[in-house]
């Protein structure tokens, strides 16, 4: 059964159960969680200092659920949120920007709609964690001083005061970035060492990101794709999926699709913000994580199902990549990510 929810339904599903508010540095917290008709969920919502935000999001969905949101109309947003994927899927729809996005673990987003439908669709018993992280847009403003030009596109505009046309952004998470939030998930501070310790780090992932993201636009800059160049990129997708047990090497697979090898490289990291075998390594934990948590198949025929010759070799990817080793997930511990300390 799929349940599907306009705003108004989601919102009306949620209650305030905020434990504290701490005054004295300036730190608020607020906690919230939905319905047990839902399933489990919370958000964890810290409004820290220097107009920096930090939300944790954490669901576990008891039947698929479709959110359908409709976006008002704000060409000058007073918050930016990025958002950082640490565990489940979903597939996202924002009506007008883009036919489908796939928020998967390893992955980061933002996005400015300034009016129109997003859905939102997340299956049953799929533990879904996110991080977000915000800052007041004139904190930005005041960060980034006259060095606005190399702040992304988006916030480039947004901090001068121009219109932000609408846009979503889908970028791969570094090892750098997915450490930092495992620091966030399990902070071993209390009391008030706890918020300056989260403040750290909240701004230690926020410029991470921004160079990220401004380092993709260069790139972008000096690779641009034609539409046909763009088709033969997602054409090289397909054929590494279809031959997960045994991808071509990158020579060969830019012959097949008829682009040099430079072109295959640079189009990869500006149409799906990682490297060739970044993608293809993406891909294949993707696809463990689903056979393991589904019950499918044991630890062995999961890692050979993904291309994986050597079962250590992959139990030891597998657990870089999750924080857990393949039978704790197979286990279902900690809803598909371990057990885990949220803050």
Excluded at 198 to 207: D, G, V, Y
Aim: glycine share 8%; with cysteine.
């Amino acid at each position: 059964m799929s349940l599907k929810l306009l705003d108004a339904d989601w919102y009306a599903l949620w209650t305030d159960e905020t434990r504290n508010t701490i005054d004295l540095l300036g730190v608020s917290q607020q906690v919230c969680k939905f319905s047990e008709y839902l399933g489990q969920g919370c958000e964890h919502y810290i409004k820290l200092r220097n107009g920096l935000f930090l939300e944790i999001c954490d669901y576990h969905f008891q039947e698929d659920v479709t959110i359908i949101s409709q976006y008002p109309y704000d060409i000058y947003p007073r918050d930016v949120w990025v958002t950082f994927v640490i565990a489940g899927a979903v597939r996202t729809i924002h009506s007008g920007l883009t036919d489908y996005a796939f928020e998967t673990p390893g992955k980061n987003y933002i996005e400015f709609i300034h009016e129109g439908v997003e859905t939102e669709h997340c299956s049953a018993g799929d533990r879904i964690l996110k991080v977000r992280i915000g800052i007041e847009t004139e904190m930005l403003r005041r960060m980034s001083g006259g060095a606005a030009v190399t702040l992304p596109q988006e916030l480039k505009l947004l901090v001068e005061a121009q219109e932000v046309p609408p846009s979503y952004r889908l970028e791969t998470s570094t090892p750098e970035m997915q450490m930092i939030l495992q620091q966030i998930l399990n902070c071993p501070y209390q009391d008030w060492t706890r918020w300056f310790y989260l403040e750290s780090k909240a701004l230690e992932l926020l410029i991470l990101w921004l160079t990220q993201t401004a380092n993709c636009d260069k790139l972008s800059q000096l690779c641009k794709l034609t539409g046909h160049d763009i088709d033969r990129v997602h054409q090289a997708k397909d054929i590494l999926i279809e031959r997960l047990k045994h991808p071509p090497s990158l020579l060969e697979l830019a012959r097949q699709v008829g682009l040099n090898d430079r072109k295959l490289k640079q189009g990869f990291r500006q149409v799906f913000g990682t490297t060739v075998f970044g993608y293809l390594h993406n891909y294949r934990m993707q696809q463990a994580q689903q056979l393991l948590i589904a019950g499918q198949t044991n630890v062995r025929e999961t890692a050979q199902l993904v291309g994986y010759a050597s079962q250590s070799a992959f139990n030891a990817a597998f657990k870089k990549r999750f924080g857990v080793n393949p039978k704790v997930m197979q286990r279902g511990e900690g809803g598909g990510e371990g057990k885990r300390k949220v803050i």
